[in-house]
């Protein structure tokens, strides 16, 4: 993990979108950042995305948070659920992994669904390891589908007021 965390190109995940996340930060401030991948590559990604500072620490939980369960497992939402004293209706999943959107929903969390741009055009952004689990946004799971993280405000403008507090 740390090899990865220190070596990764992390350009691939900035390219082309310097500012975009920008716009989230309102919804951001709300939220937990819940992955399955290591803690400190997570961690260099999002410093390398520049949203580091709004997760921080005492809000990332990665897949080191969560052992010995991660997603999908109900284990995993739990230790998120307990850590906030949240009820899952009081939380928002915004995901790409149907697998983690139907668990979250079978939890009683609103669903927010990314679909990436080249799933709208029949085309899979998506690497091998994940074609089974390939976003649908017809799936009864999906409460919000959108294509992009940024466009959240468009579809869930309550969450972006300069007011929005919890």
Known sequence: ?????????????????????KICIPF???ATYQINGP???VKRALIELG???????????????VLP????????????FKAFSLKPEECIMVED?????????KLGLTTVLVTGSKISSGE???????????PDSSDPAVDIAVEQVE???????QYFSKNATS
């Not at 740390?2 to 996340?21: F, P, S, V």
């Not at 899979?124 to 390939?134: E, F, H, I």
């Not at 466009?151 to 403008?157: R, S, Y």
Request: aromatic share 12%; with cysteine; charged share 30%.
């Open 1 to 21: 993990a740390h090899y990865w965390a220190e070596n990764l190109d992390y350009t691939m995940l900035t390219k082309g979108q310097e500012n975009k996340l």
């Open 51 to 65: 949203i580091w500072e709004i997760f921080g620490e005492e809000r990332l939980y990665a897949v080191n948070d």
């Open 39 to 41: 803690r400190a590559y």
């Open 97 to 105: 992994s149907m697998k983690n959107i139907r668990m979250a929903k």
């Open 151 to 157: 466009d959240l405000a468009k579809h869930m403008p």
């Open 124 to 134: 899979s952004g998506m690497d091998s390891a994940k074609s089974t689990d390939l």
């Open 28 to 30: 951001f401030h709300l």
């Open 69 to 80: 369960y991660c997603k999908p497992e109900p284990e995993a939402f739990e230790v998120i």
